[in-house]
């Protein structure tokens, strides 16, 4: 049986670049749900109830290897090394997160 660590997503910042919805993107009424200070829980690789589809299709690889022990990603990119730090791939309204391992405190 392996070992699966659980992962803690919390949303960091939102951005919004109007300039850019201005001028390519058809108006929506409705396009992101997170809100700045927001945690989810991932518990291996399944997708934490309520988590933006399209934001769990780039952070997924990140969170499945950390969860199965990996870390310090590019060379030590983080001070953390058991922590990423990523965005979401929505060019209008980037949404970035920082992804790390909840220890374990048994």
């Known amino acids: 049986m ?3 660590r659980k992962i803690r997503i919390t949303v960091i910042r939102k951005a919004c670049y109007k300039d850019l919805k201005e001028q390519y993107e058809n108006p929506l009424e409705h396009a ?3 809100q700045e200070g927001q945690v989810f829980l991932a518990d ?3 997708k934490p109830e309520g988590f933006c589809e399209s934001a769990w299709q780039t952070l997924s690889p990140f969170v499945m290897a950390l969860a199965h022990g990996a870390e310090n990603f590019y060379d030590g ?3 953390n090394p058991k922590s ?3 965005a979401c791939n929505d060019g209008f309204r980037p949404v970035s997160f920082l992804v790390e391992v ?5």
């Not at 909840?102 to 048994?106: C, F, G, L, P, S």
Request: proline fraction near 0%; include cysteine; glycine fraction near 4%.
């Open 2 to 4: 392996t070992f699966q």
């Open 32 to 34: 992101c749900d997170m």
């Open 44 to 46: 291996g690789w399944q």
């Open 77 to 79: 990119w983080m001070k």
């Open 84 to 86: 990423a730090m990523l």
């Open 102 to 106: 909840v220890e374990d405190t048994r």
